[in-house]
Each structure stands twice: as structure tokens, then as C-alpha cells.
């Protein structure tokens, strides 16, 4: 089992539509967990980070179900803007740890 | 800030030359990272530094790769020879690392340009 995994889409949505990533992740020990986005030909840009608790960012929401090592990212009203590829991170270990990159699922915002 | 800086930012080459990728992390940052993604297996970890120490070189594909990181500003990741397989785009990557006292600190990697390499 691949130690993070995510659907790789492509999600093809129109403007204005909400759509959801999930995310799945193999290690319980995982300490903590980020979205990250990359726009096409660039580098990975940290979108944000994920709390247990759940946490909003303008548009966008993330979730984390320790229980069930599922993350996921909501988008509402999705512009043109936020056409790239969404990558499900994991640290497992700590402050000093790594992160495990998910290859990431792939979104296409249509006017 | 800059920002990470990788150079070059595209390199085509000959399958069995020599290829140096070059990387400066932030400033204060203390740990680097080197990564490689291709289509098929998405981003890789290749190595990472702490203070200058290879930590964790597990991801290194081959003895044909190599890293060092002389000092706390610039890090090489060397092919030799290079294979058409190797061809990817490489990216460095820095965070500040607290020490073992603690410290806050989010684990946020910042990533550079990434470098283009095409082993022909």
C-alpha cells in the first residue's frame, strides 16, 4: 500500500462548483498533514496545513479523520484560478521529520 | 527573501556525462531537501541535510547520484553518468528545523524553481 494516496483525478468542474479531494494515509504515527498545490511546470507552494479539528481558509476547507487516516480538501466556488494540482502531504516524524508527498489529483476549472 | 534558487533551471545532456544541479536554500534555513518528480512516480525524496549533515540519503536511486552540502548556503546534487531514465525535474527544497530544545516550528517546506533535466 503506496504510504499516501489520492485519486488523480482529472476533476473537470465548472466555475462556481464545489469539489472535494480526499486523501488516504498508511502510517498512523503520522504527526501532521498539509495540502500543498502546483501549478502546471512549477513547484509545490504550501496551500495550507491541516488540524484535527478541521480548519477554513477563505474558499477553502480541510479535514483530517485521525481514525480513519483520511484527509480531505472542499473548495467552494471554484474560479479559473484554482486549476492545478492538488498534493496530499504527510510528516511522520515530527519536527524533524519528512513529508511524504501523495502524487497528487489534478483540477480543471471551466469558464 | 528570494526564495530557494536552483540553477540551471534546464539541462539537456548526453546519456553518460556528468550533470551538477545546484541549490541555495533561504537564509536560516538549516534543512535542505532534494527531491526528483517524474509523471510515473510522482515526487520522491532523493536526500536530506541537516546543518549541513546528510541525514537520510535512503532515497538515492544508484551510486551514480550523489549530494553534498559544503556550507549552509549551497548544495550540489550530482549525476555521473547520467541515463535517459534519470530524466525528471529536480527540485530543492529548505525549512527552518528547530534544534532538539524544541521550538515551534510547522514543518513548511519551501520549494525552489525546480532544474529540467532531459538525459537524451
Known amino acids: 500500500r503506496k504510504e499516501v494516496e489520492q485519486d488523480p483525478g482529472p476533476f473537470n468542474v465548472p466555475e462556481g462548483a464545489t469539489v472535494a479531494f480526499n486523501c488516504t494515509y498508511s502510517?498512523?504515527?503520522?504527526?501532521?498533514f498539509f495540502w500543498y498545490r502546483q501549478d502546471c511546470r512549477k513547484e509545490p507552494k504550501l496551500l495550507m496545513s491541516?488540524?484535527?479539528s478541521g480548519n477554513e481558509d477563505g474558499r477553502f476547507t480541510a479535514q483530517l479523520n485521525r481514525a480513519s487516516q483520511y484527509i480531505s480538501l472542499l473548495i467552494r466556488d471554484s474560479k479559473l484560478s484554482d486549476s492545478a494540482t492538488y498534493l496530499c502531504?504527510?510528516?511522520?516524524?515530527?519536527?524533524?521529520?519528512?513529508?511524504?508527498f501523495g502524487k497528487g489529483t489534478k483540477l480543471s476549472v471551466k469558464p | 527573501d528570494a526564495g530557494v534558487i536552483q540553477s540551471p533551471r534546464h539541462e539537456v545532456t548526453e546519456m553518460g556525462q556528468e550533470v551538477t544541479l545546484r541549490c541555495k536554500p533561504i537564509?536560516?534555513?538549516?534543512?535542505l531537501f532534494w527531491y526528483r518528480q517524474t509523471m510515473m512516480r510522482g515526487l520522491e525524496l532523493l536526500i536530506y541535510?541537516?546543518?549541513?549533515?546528510?541525514?537520510?540519503d535512503s532515497g538515492m536511486p544508484e551510486d551514480r547520484f550523489s549530494a553534498k552540502m559544503p556550507n549552509a548556503s549551497f548544495s550540489t546534487l550530482k549525476i555521473q553518468p547520467s541515463e535517459p531514465r534519470d530524466s525528471a525535474v529536480y527540485f530543492c527544497?529548505?525549512?527552518?528545523?528547530?534544534?532538539?530544545?524544541?521550538?515551534?516550528?510547522?514543518?513548511?517546506?519551501?520549494f525552489g524553481a525546480g532544474t529540467r533535466l532531459s538525459v537524451l
Open positions: 537564509s536560516g534555513h538549516n534543512s
Open positions: 541535510f541537516n546543518n549541513n549533515v546528510p541525514i537520510d
Open positions: 502510517n498512523s504515527a503520522s504527526q501532521s
Open positions: 502531504v504527510v510528516n511522520q516524524g515530527g519536527s524533524q521529520g519528512n513529508l511524504i
Open positions: 491541516v488540524y484535527s
Open positions: 527544497a529548505s525549512r527552518h528545523t528547530p534544534g532538539l530544545a524544541g521550538g515551534p516550528t510547522k514543518n513548511i517546506q519551501y
